[in-house]
């Protein structure tokens, strides 16, 4: 986790990920990329920024918190709406809750399903559904210690903080409201070390050396490219530059959804970067 200068985030980073969290003093992409960071606590959503997911502290005042609830709908934030409610909840030492909001009459199968799939991965938070006409409602339902933990809103970020429900929540919030929404997981949070061998070396003695199948080749720290191992079976004493394909990689800030459609060429061994 990496924070940035504002009001609460130093507090709010703290809270979550304990007190060794570096403050970023530079550039936004390149420090979150060093410290492997997973969450990014700003004092506003930044734009098309989507390397890591955000946490946004507004009105935040953890003195006056007497229980953390986040408010869950379905949408692509709910889950870490309610991992940082849990969070929060356990670093305060109050009572943590998830809750869904129906209006009167509606059928509650859509929550309750909601409810149970998040709950399943964090069996310490409370889960309700309440029914409520409007936010005003809502708001008086949770009470005043209560810090909400809300999903990013869609649409123009300062219309919605301006005009729509979020909104009006903040603002009756006494405790705070903390925003959070989710980027996907990138290859940058999850590499590990390379395995990787020299173009010059022998291929009988990088197949005595490697039980990969497909091994990166890398010349003074870069990659110049891959070597199978059916390959360097046949290459005998021979260099494996004579035996060596076309370098294949990811990329640091690419999603992991996107380095797996290298799997097919690399699994089960490690995919170079």
């Known amino acids: 986790m990496v924070w940035t200068r504002g009001k609460g985030c130093a507090e709010l980073a703290e809270l979550i990920g304990g007190s060794d969290c570096p403050r970023i003093t530079g550039d936004l992409a390149e420090q979150c990329i060093e410290h492997r960071a997973d969450l990014l606590v700003s004092r506003r959503l930044p734009g098309s920024f989507d390397l890591l997911s955000v946490a ?25 709406a309610a991992e940082t ?10 009572e943590g809750e998830m809750v869904f909001a129906a209006q009167p009459g509606e ?11 998040i709950g399943s991965q964090l069996p310490d938070l409370r889960r309700r559904i309440v029914e409520v006409e409007g936010v005003s409602e809502l708001v008086d339902d949770l009470g005043e210690g209560a810090l909400l933990v809300l999903g990013a809103p869609g649409g123009s970020w300062l ?25 996907p997981d990138r290859v940058f949070r999850f590499m590990e070390e390379p395995i990787y061998v020299g173009p010059l070396r022998q291929a009988d003695d990088t197949l005595r050396l490697h039980d990969e199948g497909t091994l990166a080749v890398a010349d ?7 070597v199978r191992r059916e390959k360097l079976a ?8 004579t ?8 990329k640091l800030d690419e999603t992991i959804a996107e380095a797996r459609e290298l799997d097919p060429t690399f699994r089960p061994d490690p995919i170079p970067v």
């Open 220 to 226: 003074e720290g870069r990659l110049v490219g891959l």
């Open 56 to 80: 946004v502290p507004v009105d935040f005042n953890p003195e006056n918190v007497t229980r953390v609830i986040a408010t869950v709908a379905g949408g692509p934030h709910s889950l870490l």
């Open 107 to 117: 059928d509650h199968g859509l929550g309750l399903e909601l409810l149970d799939q």
């Open 159 to 183: 219309q919605r903080a301006m005009l729509g429900p979020g909104a009006r929540l903040r603002r009756t919030a006494q405790a705070g409201v903390v925003v959070v929404r989710t980027a």
């Open 234 to 241: 046949v290459a005998g004493e021979a260099p494996v530059v």
């Open 85 to 94: 409610a849990g969070h929060l909840a356990r670093a305060l030492g109050v």
């Open 243 to 250: 035996v060596m394909e076309e370098a294949v990689s990811v």
